[in-house]
C-alpha cells in the first residue's frame, strides 16, 4: 500500500511540509533601555540621571516608536541645557528634525507647568520674604527668551503681590518702556511698591546705562504718588544682577 502524502511526508532538508515555523520578532533595543530608565528614576531618583536621561523620560511619552537618545543629546547641544530647550520659542524647536508639532507642544507644556509652580510659590506671601522664589519664578519664565521683556510685579503695602504682568515686549537688545504707563497701571491696580524684571537675551545680566536711567525716570515718575521701586531685577542666563544691590538705585 502507498504511503498517504500529508504532513509528515519529509523534505530533503529534514524539514516537514505544511506548517513553516513562525519567524521570532524582536523587540526594539530601545524598549528595555526605557523601562531600565524608568525604574532608575523610580528607584534612586532624579539627582542620579544625567540631564539627557531626564529629557529622554520627557521624550518617551511623545515619541513612543523611536530611540530618543539620540535627539535627547542633539537637543542638549543644540540648545546647551534642559532649562533653554524648555524656554525656546517654538519655531526654533520645530526647526530641529524629529521634533513635530506634537513634541513641540509637550515641551512648551512642561515650561508652562514649571511657570505654574515657580508663580505657586510667590503668591501669597510677602515677596520680600520670598526672594529666592522671586528669583527662581523670573528666571524660569524669562531667562531664555530671545527677546526682552519688560515685567512689573505690583505690590500692595504688605509686600504681598496684587499683580504680575509683561509691560512691553521689545527686540533682542532693547524694550521700550514708558514711566507713564508703569505709574497708570500702579495707580488702577492700587500698589504702592513695584519691583522691576527684564532680561538680557545675551545672556549677560550686567545693567546698561540705558537700563539705569530708564530704572530712575521710573523712580522719579512714581515718587511723588507715594509708590516705592523696591528694586529692578535683571535676568540672564548667566545669572541676575540687581540694580539696587549694586548700589545703581
Known amino acids: 500500500m502507498n504511503k498517504a502524502k500529508g504532513f509528515n511526508e519529509a523534505t530533503p532538508s529534514g524539514s516537514s511540509k505544511g506548517f ?6 524582536s523587540k526594539p533595543h530601545y524598549l528595555g533601555h526605557r523601562d531600565r530608565l524608568r525604574e532608575k528614576f523610580r528607584t534612586k531618583g532624579a539627582d542620579t540621571l544625567a540631564e ?17 537618545k539620540p535627539l535627547a543629546k542633539q537637543l542638549l547641544t543644540e540648545f546647551g541645557s534642559l532649562a533653554e530647550i524648555l524656554g525656546a520659542p517654538d519655531h526654533r524647536l520645530s526647526a530641529i528634525k524629529g521634533l513635530g508639532q506634537s513634541v513641540v507642544t509637550d515641551l512648551k ?6 511657570n505654574s509652580m515657580t508663580a505657586e510659590r510667590i503668591r501669597n506671601r510677602t515677596l520680600l520674604g520670598s526672594w529666592s522664589q522671586v528669583l527662581d519664578y523670573c528666571r524660569t519664565s524669562m531667562a531664555f527668551s530671545e527677546v526682552e521683556k519688560f515685567r512689573i510685579l505690583f505690590l500692595d503695602k504688605k509686600n504681598f503681590l496684587i499683580a504680575d ?3 512691553q515686549t521689545g527686540t533682542v537688545d532693547h524694550t521700550p518702556v514708558y514711566p507713564r504707563e508703569v505709574a497708570k ?3 488702577e491696580l492700587s500698589a504702592t511698591a513695584l519691583l522691576l ?9 550686567t545693567p546698561s546705562r540705558a537700563d539705569i536711567e530708564m530704572t530712575k525716570t521710573i523712580i522719579d515718575t512714581l515718587k511723588p504718588l507715594g509708590i516705592d521701586v523696591h528694586d529692578h531685577i535683571i535676568i540672564a542666563r548667566d545669572g541676575h544682577a540687581s540694580l539696587k544691590g549694586l548700589q545703581l538705585i
Do not use: C, W
Not at 524684571?197 to 545680566?205: A, E, I, T, Y
Open 20 to 25: 513553516a515555523e513562525s519567524p521570532k520578532i
Open 52 to 68: 539627557y536621561e531626564i529629557l529622554e523620560l520627557l521624550l518617551f511619552r511623545s515619541i513612543p516608536r523611536r530611540d530618543t
Open 197 to 205: 524684571v527684564h532680561n538680557h537675551p545675551s545672556g549677560d545680566p
Open 165 to 167: 504682568e509683561v509691560q
Open 109 to 114: 507644556l512642561i515650561h508652562a507647568a514649571a
Open 185 to 187: 497701571r500702579a495707580m
